[in-house]
């Protein structure tokens, strides 16, 4: 919520300075402490407790509470008139808000015959960017409603359709200067500079199968993991590449005759117009490449900057830590009957998030003991995406629908319009392409519901972009939309 100091305009003291606001703070503090006294009927394993039961405060403490408005609205004319107050807002308060009110509104996205979308990010408040498993690199203009694609990068060696296997992972570094995503070539990663979406160079050399995950250490150091359970630490850094020269006009030699010259500075000009046309980009490799012990296949990579680690998710049913400043690995852990963990998130405090098959781990990040195990309501939907939204969990699932935790409550977020709901987005159908004959029985027999492989909120916390597709292998098709 808002929270803004005010003071006064005309006499001593502010608008918001009501002596009832006081008595009403009591009563609140009362019935919550008379509700954590109550003694449940499963006693909880960890029970905090108060410093003080004492209902009285002092003189000072109540002329704060009451000089301190929690309106939204006095926070924004606050900000407008740009008040010497102590003002600040949650950033997920607007989310929070839109949620359980049942304001979002779904605004689905014809991508045509692609093929499912694994990643996305928001470039900036009207565009995101997205990559997909038949390799494709696209932005979408939510003002315009209009899909572009962006060439993807070739290596030294060139790709075969074999290697390319789909983009997987996209990220923005801290400084919004540079995107890191997938390269044509599903082993290997791509820069771009931001906004232009420039190419700036293609990492290579560091890996033998498929990159499914990456993050930022920060403006420069970028991890990558990959199938073939390896590590990549790379530096990203302009000043230090190395760009293929473009052709100079002094370069090419003549024995005088004018038609040769001539012929020359043609074969330049359309040169330079081909260079303008595709912009050089360099190649790098990356500085250390470590094998995560004890891994099958990494599946999934953050970067907790609390404890400065990388936590990585193996398909083996590990999770392991990695020293973001040695590089080196730390520990690994078994998680309790995890299977098909496919995603993790991590909150600003530490706290992991880690998604499986029918529920979502919560994770303490000193020992990543499971402190708490999510069950999902409704049975075998499998977790393919998670992302903290300050004390919001939200979770998408395999079957269409997008579930909202309050990590503080300890529960399902809650509709405030209808009694005893909770909070989930259901996804429209998408677009679902022809499949082997020998699945369409099975296929209609069920009704079809998209998987939600990706999503993330705009700056704002007020929008929401989810994308992904069929969840069986075989099938092909696509799912995105916009809520706001």
Known sequence: MSKTVKRPTAGIRPSCYIPSRLEERRTRARILRQERRRKPDKPDDFVTYEDSDSEEETPAQQHQVLSTSFNFVDYVRSRESDLTEERNVDPSYASRHILTHDMFKETPIALGNINKVFCSQWLSNRQVVFGTKCNKLMVYDVNTRKVDAIPTLPNSRGASPDTQSGIHACQINPSNSLLATGARHSADIAIYRLPTLDPLCIGENAHRDWVFDMCWLD??????????????????????????????????????????????????????????????????????????????????????????????????????????????????????????????????????????????????????????????????????????????????????????????????????????????????????????????????????????????????????????????????????????
């Not at 939204?389 to 529960?411: E, H, P």
């Open 219 to 484: 403006d420069q150091f970028l991890v990558s993991g990959s199938r073939d359970t390896k590590l990549a630490l790379w530096r990203v850094n302009e000043d230090t590449m190395e760009f293929p020269v473009a052709a100079s006009k002094d370069g090419a030699e003549g024995d005088g005759n004018g038609q040769e010259a001539t012929t020359s500075s043609a074969a330049v000009a359309n040169a330079a117009a081909a260079a303008a046309a595709v912009p050089q980009y360099a190649h790098i490799s990356p500085i250390s490449v470590k094998e995560c012990r004890g891994a099958q296949k990494i599946r999934a990579i953050c970067f907790n900057k609390e404890y400065r680690e990388l936590a990585l998710l193996s398909l083996n049913g590990y999770m392991h830590l990695f020293n973001a400043e040695t590089f080196s690995q730390k520990l690994s852990r078994k998680l309790p009957n995890c299977q098909e963990n496919v995603c993790i998130a991590c909150q600003p405090n530490g706290l992991y998030a880690v998604g499986c098959r029918s529920y979502t781990l919560l994770l303490d990040p000193r020992t990543l003991q499971a402190v708490k195990k999510i069950a999902s309501r409704y049975s075998g939907c499998g977790i393919r995406s998670a992302s903290f939204q300050g004390n919001i969990l939200t979770i998408g699932t395999g079957l269409g629908m997008l579930m909202f935790y309050d990590i503080r409550a300890g529960k399902y977020l809650e509709s405030q319009t209808s009694a005893s709901r909770t909070v989930v987005l259901k996804a429209s159908r998408g677009y679902v392409a022809q499949f082997p004959e020998e699945e369409m029985d099975n296929f209609q027999q069920i009704k079809y519901v998209p998987a939600i492989y990706t999503h993330c909120y705009d700056g704002s916390g007020t929008r929401l972009f989810t994308a992904g597709g069929p969840l069986p292998a075989t099938l092909i098709g696509n799912y995105a939309g916009i809520w706001q």
